[in-house]
């Protein structure tokens, strides 16, 4: 199955820190791992439905920089992209 993530990235002129805390984040989503250590399951997962996971980071992981609450208001640092990824067989439904 295929799935479709839609992920926010910082643009080039963004500060260092969002770029690795929204790259950071990225990397955990799809992969369902994050090099703090944190995991999510995946679980079932069907065609059109939307997940949205939750992960419990480390307090020092780059993922929960507390500017990432300010990020938001400067929305011309931050840009979506679509990345689709071959999920493995049993994230199928």
Same mark, same amino acid.
């Given at each position: %199955?295929?799935? @479709?993530?839609v #992920? !926010?990235?910082?643009? #080039? ?5 969002? +770029?690795e805390?929204? *790259?950071?984040? $990225? @990397?955990?989503?799809i992969?369902?791992? &994050? !090099? ?5 399951e995946?679980?079932?997962?069907? !065609? ?6 939750? %992960? @419990? +980071?480390?307090?020092? &992981?780059? $993922? ?7 990020a938001? #208001?400067? !929305? *011309?640092?931050? *840009?979506? +992209? ?7 067989? *049993? $994230?199928? $439904?």
């Amino acid at each position: %199955m295929k799935a @479709l993530f839609v #992920l !926010p990235f910082a643009t #080039l002129d963004a500060p260092a820190w969002l +770029h690795e805390a929204l *790259e950071t984040r $990225a @990397l955990a989503t799809i992969t369902r791992n &994050c !090099p703090c250590g944190a995991t999510y399951e995946r679980g079932e997962i069907r !065609p059109g439905e939307v997940h949205t996971p939750a %992960m @419990l +980071h480390e307090v020092d &992981c780059p $993922a929960t920089d507390p500017r990432l609450g300010s990020a938001a #208001l400067l !929305p *011309e640092w931050i *840009e979506l +992209h679509a990345i689709g990824v071959d999920l493995p067989d *049993e $994230a199928a $439904a």
